[in-house]
């Protein structure tokens, strides 16, 4: 008998089937398969530890951040009230609006991950903060140096 692969609750399967992105704007699937092992989960890295990054995540209206993926368990706060978009790896959609202070938790076990990308649909910008716990089941994705924050007189 095959042994059937479980996932958490969190998990996002990739969907194989390019029709199933047939509905995104054009060129927006093409990035997602780029950035399969993108592990930018925000725009700044602004703390970094042996078991948690920091980041923060600003999107001004009418932007996008690229796809990245989460492969531990993570949280994010939403700084500021607005609206976004989610383009998800499964060929989803998602809007939501965000209210301040409204924090969301995932967790991820081996083998588990969510692709994804958010769109600011709002008119003003969007900022969340994300703590992403690093010393989970899945080792963390390496992320570049320059998406570290460098401090004044630093650089």
């Given at each position: 008998m095959a042994q059937v692969?479980?996932?958490?609750?969190?998990?996002?399967?990739?969907?194989?089937?390019?029709?199933?992105?047939?509905?995104?704007?054009?060129?927006v699937y093409e990035e997602m398969l780029g950035d399969m092992y993108n592990g930018c989960v925000g725009s700044v890295l602004v703390s970094e530890t042996d078991t948690m990054r920091i980041w923060h995540l600003r999107l001004p209206p009418g932007k996008r951040?690229?796809?990245h993926?989460?492969?531990?368990?993570?949280?994010?706060?939403a700084?500021?009230?607005?609206?976004?978009?989610?383009?998800?790896?499964?060929?989803e959609i998602r809007d939501v609006v965000h209210y301040q202070g409204e924090?969301?938790?995932?967790?991820?076990?081996?083998?588990?991950?969510?692709l994804h990308s958010v769109e600011n649909i709002g008119d003003s910008e969007?900022?969340?903060?994300?703590?992403?716990?690093?010393?989970?089941?899945?080792?963390?994705?390496?992320?570049?140096?320059e998406v570290r924050l460098v401090p004044p007189g630093k650089a």
């Open positions: 692969e479980t996932h958490g609750p969190d998990h996002v399967e990739i969907n194989p089937d390019p029709a199933a992105f047939a509905h995104w704007p054009e060129g951040c690229r796809f993926r989460h492969v531990n368990r993570y949280f994010w706060t700084m500021v009230p607005g609206k976004a978009r989610g383009y998800f790896s499964s060929g924090t969301k938790h995932f967790n991820y076990g081996a083998g588990d991950h969510m969007l900022i969340f903060t994300t703590v992403e716990f690093i010393d989970g089941p899945n080792p963390p994705l390496d992320v570049p140096d």
